[in-house]
């Protein structure tokens, strides 16, 4: 009898030899399915079973089907998920939160702690810090954790301690990166309407230049003059009186344009200033012009 039983364990042995050499060469198929050959064959009171049943678990999360974790567990232990042993139900909770199920995790986590077995001092701390770490404060619910670690009552004050100061840390890193985000946020859209309210002030320096009647020079009213009196052809000296002016209004706009390709670094009140007395001095120009054009037109009728 006892050459049977020794027998059956040594043959347990080398599956497992063969189970662990299997994973490590990536054929996780035949891995797990001796790990379930292997469970159906062993004690419910035996120690190995919580390492093969990790292990599977192991081995469908690399199949890519880690939706069958639960109902693997299940099975190995002909149970609820909630009445396996902690240390298995871990591996579950730790597959959720790498799917982001986050929600669906602290629930499980809940349930256990309120429904599952049974936990001893270690695995009652790695449940809070389950709950903690990788569900609250990963996903920046400071509040729910701080509310959470004060009720639990039966974790060592050093723990809770070191905890709640990890909590205060991160709280205090998400504040100055939002600040710091909200303050290169606003620079960026002040230098987005210091840019656009100088490209908006040399559109009007150029617009205003470029419709502003040109400046009448020595030779325009000496030309004028001579006109009044009647020496000379009256269309020859209109003609080139036209000409000076269009050649003067092309240099002086060109000279403006330079001007306004600048870069604008006066502030708002320099500016309001300088376009006030802009419009100021186009108005006296065109009322020059306007009395000159009057003379000439006077000039040719008493001619006549």
Excluded at 121 to 136: A, N, P, R, S, T
Aim: with cysteine; charged share 30%.
């Amino acid at each position: 009898m006892s050459s049977c039983s020794t027998s059956s364990r040594s043959a347990s042995f080398d599956s497992e030899k063969r189970i662990k050499k299997l994973f490590f060469e990536g054929k996780y198929d035949d891995s797990l399915e001796l790990i379930r050959n292997l469970l159906s064959t062993l004690s419910d009171y035996d120690d190995r079973r919580e390492h093969l049943v990790i292990l599977g678990s192991q081995c469908l999360f690399e199949l890519e089907l880690g939706a069958e974790i639960q109902s693997f567990f299940e099975t190995a232990y002909r149970r609820q998920l909630q009445l396996v042993p902690p240390t298995v139900f871990f591996v579950y909770i730790n597959y959720l939160l790498h799917v982001n199920e986050y929600q669906k995790a602290i629930r499980e986590l809940k349930q256990f702690g309120e429904k599952g077995k049974p936990m001893n001092k270690h695995e009652y701390q790695q449940w809070v810090k389950l709950i903690v770490y990788d569900g609250f404060i990963n996903h920046r619910r400071y509040k729910k954790a701080i509310k959470f670690l004060k009720k639990q009552h039966k974790l060592d004050t050093s723990l809770k301690n070191a905890i709640m100061q990890q909590i205060k840390l991160r709280m205090a890193q998400d504040g100055r990166i939002k600040k710091a985000a909200t303050t290169t946020t606003t620079n960026i859209n002040d230098l987005a309407i210091d840019s656009s309210e100088c490209s908006s002030d040399s559109e009007y320096d150029r617009l205003s230049t470029s419709h502003s009647p040109p400046p009448i020079n020595a030779q325009h009213t000496k030309e004028t003059s001579t006109e009044q009196d009647g020496d000379g052809d009256d269309d020859t000296q209109i003609n080139n009186a036209t000409g000076n002016e269009a050649s003067n209004a092309a240099l002086n706009t060109d000279a403006d344009n330079k001007d306004a390709s600048k870069p604008c670094k006066l502030n708002g009140i320099v500016t309001n200033i300088q376009q006030r007395t802009d419009r100021r001095a186009v108005c006296k120009l065109i009322c020059i012009i306007i009395v000159f054009w009057f003379c000439i037109k006077i000039a040719k009728k008493n001619k006549k």
